[in-house]
């Protein structure tokens, strides 16, 4: 029997993969029940990663995503809301938002998947085992998501994001929608500092004033985030477990998205014990120039203030997703429009 230990994205997409592959497979989660690790809030699948649209990528590794919203827009504002950038949907749309926690997750979707093939799913366990998948989440909390779920009226199609390291330091600001009556509004931070006081400036922030304005907050929510700018792995491995996920240190180091990173993972891990491969080379040769890449984007981030940001955003202008995508996937370009972007500010 394998064992797995975490029943969150990475986990579960390991479980269904090799029930896939005949193997009797239970997981092991740590909460009462799956989907506890947030409170129900919409988080963004982003499709520039690649020129192949997202959810057909990953309906290679053989699962099923419940998708909430297509975005075709989003609004990318400086510190200064002067010349914001423009991102437009081409033959893809610019991603996909999902809900993160409660029962209407993606993580309670994948548990159903995986239920239907079989996989035993053991909640609220808190003993020791030897599991042959580790994926428990973050092992290095290096950053921290603060924010709220609005009931109002929203283009369900558009996102705003706001850079200001006064409000979100090393960080940014976002609006997601879920529907067109719900959508999160959240500070990721890099830096800690009193996430709470930090949302509340938004409330009278002239770009968010508005919304606040018109819209109910039903709750607010908090969660910690994994990082791996201080060292990318070298093996995701430990002692006879493969790592997945956040808890290998598999996530975007540049905005901190690791939906893809776990689903990825987690497949991989699965691929491993199938079918008796090195993990660490399969991890390798398909993650680890993407880390690499977005870890020099953070190195830059982290060096960066207010200044850097109003040029950054400027520079970016108006592109559809295509064009944004040709930058994010060219190791060479990326470099150059984030590095002359800083020479040219001085920081």
């Given at each position: 029997?394998?064992?797995?230990l975490?029943g969150?994205?990475?986990?579960l997409t390991?479980?269904?993969?090799?029930?896939?592959?005949?193997?009797?497979?239970?997981?092991?989660?740590?909460?009462?029940?799956?989907?506890?690790?947030?409170?129900?809030?919409?988080?963004?699948?982003p499709n520039?990663?690649?020129?192949?649209?997202?959810l057909s990528y990953?309906?290679?590794?053989?699962i099923?995503?419940?998708?909430?919203?297509?975005?075709?827009?989003?609004?990318i504002?400086?510190?200064?809301l002067?010349?914001k950038?423009?991102?437009?949907?081409?033959?893809?749309?610019?991603?996909y938002?999902?809900t993160?926690?409660?029962n209407e997750s993606?993580e309670c979707?994948?548990a159903?998947?995986?239920?239907?093939?079989?996989?035993?799913?053991?909640?609220?366990?808190?003993?020791?085992?030897?599991?042959n998948i580790?994926a428990?989440?973050?092992?290095y909390?290096?950053?921290?998501?603060?924010g709220?779920?609005?009931s109002?009226?929203f283009?369900k199609?558009?996102?705003i994001?706001?850079f200001?390291?006064?409000?979100?330091?090393?960080g940014?600001i976002?609006?997601?929608?879920h529907?067109?009556?719900?959508?999160?509004i959240?500070?990721?931070l890099?830096?800690?500092?009193?996430?709470k006081?930090?949302?509340?400036?938004?409330?009278?922030?002239?770009?968010?004033?508005?919304?606040f304005?018109?819209?109910?907050?039903?709750?607010?929510?908090?969660?910690i985030?994994?990082?791996?700018?201080?060292?990318?792995?070298?093996?995701?491995?430990?002692?006879?477990?493969?790592?997945?996920?956040?808890?290998?240190?598999?996530?975007?180091?540049?905005?901190?998205?690791g939906?893809?990173?776990?689903i990825?993972?987690?497949?991989?891990?699965?691929?491993?014990?199938?079918?008796?491969l090195d993990?660490d080379?399969?991890?390798?040769?398909v993650?680890l120039?993407?880390?690499?890449?977005?870890?020099?984007?953070r190195?830059v981030?982290?060096?960066?203030?207010?200044?850097?940001?109003n040029?950054?955003?400027?520079?970016?202008g108006?592109?559809n997703?295509?064009?944004?995508t040709?930058?994010w996937t060219?190791?060479?370009?990326?470099?150059?429009?984030y590095?002359?972007t800083?020479?040219?500010?001085?920081?």
């Open positions: 029997m394998i064992k797995i975490g969150g994205i990475a986990g390991a479980a269904i993969n090799l029930a896939d592959g005949n193997e009797e497979v239970t997981v092991y989660e740590l909460q009462p029940r799956i989907g506890m690790r947030f409170k129900p809030n919409c988080q963004l699948l520039w990663d690649s020129k192949e649209d997202i990953l309906r290679k590794f053989k099923k995503i419940n998708w909430k919203t297509k975005l075709n827009f989003v609004d504002y400086p510190p200064d002067k010349h950038a423009e991102i437009f949907s081409g033959e893809k749309p610019i991603g938002t999902l993160r926690g409660g993606f979707y994948l159903k998947q995986a239920k239907k093939k079989g996989v035993e799913i053991v909640t609220n366990f808190k003993d020791k085992i030897d599991a580790i428990t989440g973050p092992k909390p290096e950053g921290l998501g603060y709220g779920v609005l109002g009226d283009d199609r558009k996102a994001i706001l200001d390291y006064n409000i979100a330091p090393g940014y976002y609006l997601l929608p529907s067109s009556k719900l959508a999160t959240a500070i990721a890099r830096k800690w500092s009193d996430s006081i930090q949302f509340n400036k938004l409330i009278d922030h002239p770009l968010f004033k508005e919304v304005r018109y819209s109910e907050l039903l709750y607010n929510f908090s969660a985030a994994n990082g791996t700018i201080k060292k990318i792995p070298k093996t995701a491995k430990l002692k006879n477990s493969l790592l997945a996920g956040e808890a290998a240190g598999f996530q975007d180091n540049a905005y901190g998205f939906m893809r990173y776990s990825i993972s987690g497949y991989l891990a699965s691929k491993s014990i199938l079918e008796g993990y080379k399969l991890w390798k040769d993650l120039e993407e880390l690499k890449r977005t870890r020099m984007i190195i981030l982290d060096k960066a203030n207010n200044n850097f940001l040029k950054l955003v400027a520079s970016l108006k592109k997703i295509d064009e944004l040709d930058i060219s190791k060479k370009s990326l470099a150059a429009y590095f002359k800083l020479f040219k500010t001085g920081k």
